[in-house]
Structure formats: structure tokens, C-alpha cells
């Protein structure tokens, strides 16, 4: 079964700082991988995805994410960040060709420092 | 073209009672997915519903039910609330084909058990 692991609940950077949030998975089979945000109140949407082809995916808002296959990694990125990016953040895999679910990891609050 | 429509947005209950939350996905979208959010644990899968069929379940008691009606709305039933039942329920939709790619949420409904 798939699963997803996300390093720090809590995440603080500086207004302009590189934003990294750390995401691992698991998957018995070749995986989709997602970044949904959520921001306060809301429900979450769609930031970026990788479903196959190119490993560095481009989102909304300046994301990034780069599937790394040998390292089961997917972490997100940003090169300047920004008040408005405040909110948090979840992780999440779906097999391919298998049961058509999205299983999330724990997310990870993003906390912006002016 | 209206977004994914969560009824009640906030409901209080005490332990004992039963709660069902409605979703009305996006016009189009047949797939509608149930989720748990909670402080800690992110979002835990519930079950998914498509052409009003379960196709998929989560890890929860028998406590947790849905249904889709024809038109793709789907209810949500907890009975016998318990304290830990506390949470926003988010429920989410889909295109057609595109359950494992691409979830549209809705901004929840959030559950106090007292």
C-alpha cells in the first residue's frame, strides 16, 4: 500500500528565503505524486503534480517539485518566499493503474518571517 | 461553474447523536472522495464514491457510512458520535478517469463532538 512521509510539521523561513518541504513515499507501483496547499478556512487545491515524463514539475505560484525515484523523495520548492505563502501543505500519492484514491501525508505548515 | 459544495460549513453535536454531512461535487464530476482531517494526523481517507457505488474504504469503524444519489451528491453518516469524531470532513470530486489525478475540494465541514 502506498503511503507518504512528511519531514516537520512545522516549517519557518524568512520572507525571500528558500521554502523546502520535504515529502518520501511509498509505493509498490509507479506513483502520481501531488502537492496540494490549504490556506486557513479553505480546502486545498491542486499546487503541482507528476504523473509521468519530465521529473521537474512546475505549479502555481512559483512551486516546485522534482521527482527523484532513486531516492523516493518528491520535496517542494520555492527560491523566494512570500507573506502570501503562508498556509499548509500536504504530500500525497496515487498508483497508477491501481485503485483510484489520493492518500496524503500528515502535511506541513508553512510559517512565513517578515 | 459552481465549486464543490460542503453542507453544513459548521455542526455541533454530543456524544451519542448521529451527524450526516451533504457534498455536492462539481457539475460533470462523478467521483466524490470523503476525508478526515484532524490536527496531527492530516487527512485520512474515508471512502469514495463513483456512479453511486463504493469503490474504495478507508481504515475507519463501521460507524462511518456514505451513499451517492444519482445526480453524484453524496451524504456522509457517523452514529454514535464519539469525542475523537471531532475533525473537518472535506469532501472532494472528480472528473471521470481522473480520480487518481486531480481532486477538487470543498472548504469542509467542521464536526465538534461535546
Known amino acids: 500500500a502506498q503511503s507518504v512521509t512528511q519531514l516537520g510539521s512545522h516549517v519557518s523561513v524568512s520572507e525571500g528565503a528558500l521554502v523546502l518541504l520535504r515529502c518520501n513515499y511509498s509505493?509498490?507501483?509507479?506513483?502520481?505524486l501531488f502537492w496540494y496547499v490549504q490556506y486557513p478556512n479553505q480546502g486545498l487545491q491542486l499546487l503541482l503534480k507528476?504523473?509521468?515524463?519530465?521529473?521537474l514539475v512546475k505549479g502555481i505560484n512559483g512551486f516546485e517539485a522534482e521527482f527523484k525515484k532513486s531516492e523516493t523523495s518528491f520535496h517542494l520548492t520555492k527560491p523566494s518566499a512570500h507573506m502570501s505563502d503562508a498556509a499548509e501543505y500536504f504530500c500525497a500519492v496515487s498508483e497508477v493503474n491501481r485503485d483510484d484514491k489520493i492518500i496524503f501525508g500528515k502535511g506541513t505548515r508553512l510559517h512565513i518571517l517578515p | 461553474k459552481a465549486g464543490v459544495t460542503q453542507t453544513p460549513r459548521y455542526l455541533i453535536k454530543t456524544r451519542g447523536q448521529q451527524v450526516t454531512l451533504s457534498c455536492s461535487p462539481i457539475s460533470g464530476h462523478r467521483s466524490v472522495s470523503w476525508y478526515q482531517q484532524t490536527p496531527g494526523q492530516g487527512l485520512q481517507f474515508l471512502f469514495e464514491y463513483f456512479s453511486e457505488t463504493q469503490r474504495n474504504k478507508g481504515n475507519f469503524p463501521g460507524r462511518f457510512s456514505g451513499r451517492q444519489f444519482s445526480n453524484s451528491r453524496s451524504e456522509m453518516n457517523v452514529s454514535t458520535l464519539e469525542l475523537g469524531d471531532s475533525a473537518l470532513y472535506l469532501c472532494?470530486?472528480?472528473?471521470?478517469?481522473?480520480?487518481?489525478?486531480?481532486?477538487?475540494f470543498g472548504s469542509g465541514t467542521q464536526l465538534s463532538v461535546l
Open positions: 509505493s509498490s507501483v509507479p506513483p502520481y
Open positions: 507528476y504523473t509521468t515524463g519530465a521529473t
Open positions: 472532494a470530486s472528480s472528473l471521470p478517469g481522473t480520480t487518481n489525478e486531480k481532486l477538487f
